[in-house]
């Protein structure tokens, strides 16, 4: 009598490759509407202004200097889409150049507050001991300054210069995210992998740089996103004390102010600039929290 032959087992099925942390992050940023919202808002903002000397010359037809008293102010129409101002000057080419000089103070003063807020509190983080404590002290100093007067001699001292008005106000807006980078160094320099690189005789910089910073990727830029809006209402604070922006130049916040004076009178000055300022406020604050819940770890996948 033959044997039962044994029962066969199921083939195993293929092995699915499991998502990256980079893709699951991006898998959940996806499915966030309102950050998706966020993200175009920005981007077309973003690439609009940019555009705008090009905008200006070929589809608009005024430059943002261009004056014509004679004109005055005129609401909306054929000619000119946003209208004009007191100065005879088409809001929606001033409007555009503005919005390239908020951004750009957003982006770059947020880039500097990084660079110094990153270094800062990883190197505090990191080294421990009296070190940490000394630095993290200045932190609470210069915590205890008010920012807005900091920023305000800073502008005073050094000139009303554009470039300095990037370098001021990031220097201003460092100190949260040196706290936050600190925290971070400081939980992940007791994981095990850190013990390894210890271990095989690496030196502190190198383990700082190419092994800690890489993981807090995730925090930086969720900050970074975060902090360009923050950064964008100073500078319209700023210019509402005469100490932003500077003429023939123009941001949101100057157009604001220029609004703001003459809104009984010509409302579109002021409606056009406080809705592109908000719009973007609140596109940046929503990418910003997609980009928390899409980054936080304890979110993803088992």
Known sequence: MMPAPAPQLDEPMDAQPSASFWQDAWHRLWQNKLALFGLFVVASLSLVCFL??????????????????ALGPVSPNR???????????????????????????GLCATAVSLVIGVIYGAVSGFAGGKTDMVLM??????YALPFTIFVILLTVFFGQNIILLFVAIGAVEWLTMARIVRGQVM?????????AARALGLRRRRILFRHILPNL????????????????????????????????????GVLIKEGAEVMEEYPWLLTYPAVAMALTLFSLNFLGDGLRDALDVHGSKD
């Open 52 to 69: 705008a000397p090009l905008l200006c010359a070929h589809v608009i037809g005024f430059s943002y200097q261009e004056q014509n008293l």
């Open 79 to 105: 000619t000119h889409w946003l209208g004009t101002d007191p100065l005879g000057r088409d809001v929606l080419a001033r409007l555009l150049y503005g919005g390239r000089i908020s951004l750009m103070v």
């Open 137 to 142: 002290r200045m932190v609470d100093i210069l």
């Open 187 to 195: 939980a992940i320099k007791q994981r095990e992998f850190i013990e």
């Open 217 to 252: 990727l995730g925090p930086i830029i969720v900050f970074a996103t975060l902090t360009v809006p923050e950064v964008m209402l100073l500078e319209a604070f700023l210019s509402f004390l005469g100490l932003g922006v500077q003429a023939p130049h123009s941001s949101w």
